[in-house]
């Protein structure tokens, strides 16, 4: 049998979106208690663990590139986070290993507060459900990157006349307008 469609407002959906809303809102509140934004604390953390180059892009959950980043450094070192010079290579500063410590430990604890509800059991199904959406969500966004690859082709077959093979898509029912409480998130 196969699956009928799900509206915008499945209530896995709205549940996830909501839980990722929460949990950003208290990522962001506690790097705001420590003076950062999320993207300065991955190029902070970054620095921190030697990932970091000058002049390339960062890349991981939030890629920055080499401007955004040569932006976000010299803000770190006017609060103090970091020092460097045109010769060295940006480090944590000196007055600062507590300051990125502390904050670390706070972002460890918001990630043990965020599943301490939950049994082992519970986090492992969890972890099991959304690697399986995460892996439908990647194949999804290959096939979007490979239809929109095949658009100008299309256009070269309209233009002949030509029938145009079916590249395999299958049909997306998202509709976020159609619920309101949803299409209020975005």
Partial sequence: MQPRPLEPSEPVVL?????????????????????????????????????????????????LDAAQSETMLDELRRDGWIEYTATLAPRIAEGATARVQRTAQALSALHS???ASFNSQERAALAGLLDRMKT?????????????????RQERHSQHGQPLPCPGVPPVAHRPSSCPSLATRF
């Fill in 113 to 115: 507060v965020s599943v």
């Fill in 15 to 63: 549940a996830l979106i909501d839980a990722v809303t929460a949990w950003q809102g208290a990522l962001d509140q506690t790097l705001r208690a420590s003076g950062l934004n999320y993207s300065q604390w991955l190029l902070l953390r970054a620095i921190r663990q030697g990932a970091f180059k000058r002049g390339l892009p960062l890349a991981g959950p939030m890629p």
């Fill in 136 to 152: 439908t969500l990647d194949g999804h966004t290959s096939r979007q990157v490979r239809a929109v690859s095949e658009a100008p």
